[in-house]
């Protein structure tokens, strides 16, 4: 933007010195031209002669010439953007030579006494024109080398200095029948100044008495929002103050106001919930709440109905009542309608519930019992949405279980020895329960008895003995029994009984046979033996050599004698003479005397009988 300064020729220069002599005598001895000011209380200033308008105040920083030129062109102010470096002849026009320090009227400028740019050059000197206005006289800067004040000047720039006017209202003067809890509205001419337009400048009055609200702005519009709805039937008066501004500062020229009259036409509005939103209710008494408002302030009346088509007498308004549902499950919908005291009633509003009387049914699946285990998890079913509780007599906790689907099963722990009664209640979400119930029989007591083989006996010759059982428990049964010969593995478990044949081992000598008990629990008790000792072998005996085989002694007696197995009974049968008896001389011998044998051939039969009944073969002598 600065001008470049062109080379001069030497006859050039003399030309341009004097037009500058005569230049500058002009400045110097013209006339300032009488000025008429008015401060447009917006930071300028106008000039009513020549029609210029002037910065009131410059910014307080010195800067050359290019810095001003810069400034000037870029200076927004008082909604004006084509400002400038005045020329000389405009920047001496606002000097006041009848002052000095400074040589402006101050009543109307902020100046500094020092020096202010023009946009004048006097090429010749390549300097630019200045006003020192330290006392009003025009004088020469170097346009780069030295810094002074600016005062920017417009002409061009068209300022709004027309007032601001109201062009239509809400509601509108003299209306009637105006909703209680309408907001009132003035539209102006033009954009309005936001700070202006306060509870101080926008008024409203019923009568005298002031109306409490808030005056917002938006759009050319001011609002008056009163704090709570109107008294109907009352006139009000609203006013615009002068004090509201348009955005250039115009101030509205008097008091603008209307006046409006007030009906309420607005029914209540409102809610109703059955028994705190509950989804269920076991009882066909239920209890409302009727939340309800008007823009009155008051709502003065209710009714209601189970079906929205017949309704109970208008009462007085209560926020809480207690209701009865028409009878029978089912979902049920309760409507109520509000009245205000000028008669307007709201629409129907309404709630559901589901009314539910009857008890939910509850089954126990079959549990294990009587078990030797302090812990089970029980299962059933129920109705869907239901929760179980179970309770057990001997049991401290309460298991609460929710219902997946219709089933449910809970873990049962610290079962008590003996009978637990246990008790599951199914709770739907209305609240109705029913009950069932089974017992867990706890045993962790095992059975005790004992086991007798062939009553006692010490020997047997068979393999096959019979078994005598005896065994108790608590739990007063005792279920089920298992044997097994030493070093054998135990039998399946089978039904308990009193009386078992059993199979010794092979092989004779000393026999155990185990039994151990078990009962309905599962408690199996201590190993209980008994022993026989097994002789399958027939005993052995002998018949002496010397045993007379022939004789003629007239008594007709003959002795006979042998050898035996330690405690064998031996028999000797002769088929012709009665035979007195045998005798045992020692633990290992036995003799006979035969009586009355007959002439002739005389059979001797001979046999051995141990003590568990094994018999030798016949031993015959003649």
């Excluded at 050359?64 to 062109?73: G, I």
């Amino acid at each position: 933007m600065f001008r470049e300064f062109g080379k001069i020729t030497s006859r050039s220069k003399k030309v341009l010195f004097c037009s500058f002599l005569i230049s500058l005598l002009f400045f110097l001895f013209s006339p300032v031209a009488d000025a008429a000011f008015v401060d447009n209380g917006d930071g300028t200033v106008t000039d009513t002669t020549t029609g210029l308008m002037w910065q009131k105040a410059d910014d307080g920083i010195p800067r050359n010439w290019l810095e001003a030129l810069e400034y000037a062109e870029g200076l927004e102010l008082a909604g004006c953007n084509t400002w400038r470096l005045p020329n000389i002849k405009e920047l001496r026009s606002i000097v006041d030579r009848s002052q000095t320090d400074p040589a402006i009227d101050t009543s109307i400028f902020s100046a500094q006494s020092d020096k202010y740019w023009s946009s004048t050059l006097f090429r010749y000197f390549k300097k630019e024109f200045v006003v020192d206005f330290l006392s009003g006289r025009m004088r020469f800067a170097d346009p780069l080398g030295e810094v002074h004040f600016i005062r920017a000047v417009t002409g061009g720039c068209n300022l709004d200095r027309t007032a601001p006017t109201v062009v239509s209202t809400s509601p509108a003067n003299g209306a009637t029948g105006v909703a209680v809890n309408t907001l009132i509205t003035a539209e102006f001419s033009e954009g309005m100044d936001p700070a202006t337009i306060t509870g101080a400048t926008f008024l409203t009055n019923a009568g005298a008495t002031p109306v409490a609200g808030t005056v917002s702005y938006s759009n050319g519009t001011a609002t008056f929002t009163p704090s709570a709805n109107l008294p109907s039937d009352t006139t009000y008066y609203a006013t615009i103050k002068p004090g509201v501004k348009d955005v250039a500062g115009n101030s509205l020229a008097a008091d603008y106001w209307w006046s409006f009259t007030t009906i309420d036409a607005t029914p209540p509005s409102g809610s109703i919930i059955i028994d705190g939103n509950a989804s269920y209710t076991k009882s066909t008494t239920v209890t409302l709440s009727l939340p309800a408002t008007d823009n009155s302030g008051v709502v003065d009346s209710m009714q209601l109905s189970n079906d929205g088509v017949s309704w109970s007498a208008w009462e007085a308004y209560s926020p809480v009542k207690s209701w009865d549902l028409t009878s029978g499950d089912a979902e049920k919908t309760v409507y109520v309608k509000f009245r205000d005291a000028t008669g307007n009633q709201s629409v129907a509003y309404s709630d559901t519930i589901i009314l539910d009387t009857s008890g939910p049914f509850v089954t126990v699946d079959a549990v294990i019992s009587p078990t030797n285990k302090t812990s089970q998890t029980i299962s059933g079913t129920t109705e869907a949405g239901a929760t179980v509780e179970v309770r057990v007599d001997t049991w401290a906790n309460v298991c609460v279980v929710e219902v997946d689907n219709t089933t449910w099963e809970c873990a049962i722990s610290g079962l008590a020895e003996g009978v637990n009664t246990v008790t599951v209640k199914a709770i739907d979400e209305a609240g109705n329960f029913n009950s069932a119930g089974t017992n867990i029989t706890v045993d962790t007591v095992a059975p005790t008895g004992s086991v007798v083989i062939e009553n006692n006996a010490a020997w047997t010759n068979s393999r096959a003995v019979a078994l005598n059982l005896s065994a108790s428990d608590n739990s007063g049964v005792v279920s089920s029994m298992r044997f097994a010969n030493v070093g054998d593995t135990w039998s399946a478990w089978e039904a308990f009984a009193l009386n078992k044949l059993w199979s010794l081992d092979p092989g004779d000598g000393i026999k155990t046979v185990s039994v151990q008990f078990m009962d309905g629990s599962g408690n199996q008790s201590d190993i209980f033996s008994d022993t026989i000792e097994l002789d399958t072998v027939s005993p052995s005996f002998t018949v002496d050599a010397t045993a007379v085989i022939h004789t003629n002694v007239p008594s007709r007696t003959v002795t006979v004698t042998g050898t035996r197995e330690a405690d064998a009974i031996v028999n000797v049968v002769v088929d012709t003479a009665a035979m007195p008896g045998v005798s045992y001389p020692t633990a290992i011998s036995w003799e006979c005397a035969i009586n009355s044998l007959v002439a002739g051939y005389n059979n001797v039969a001979i046999t051995a009988i141990d003590g568990v009944g094994n018999e030798s073969a016949e031993s015959k002598v003649s």
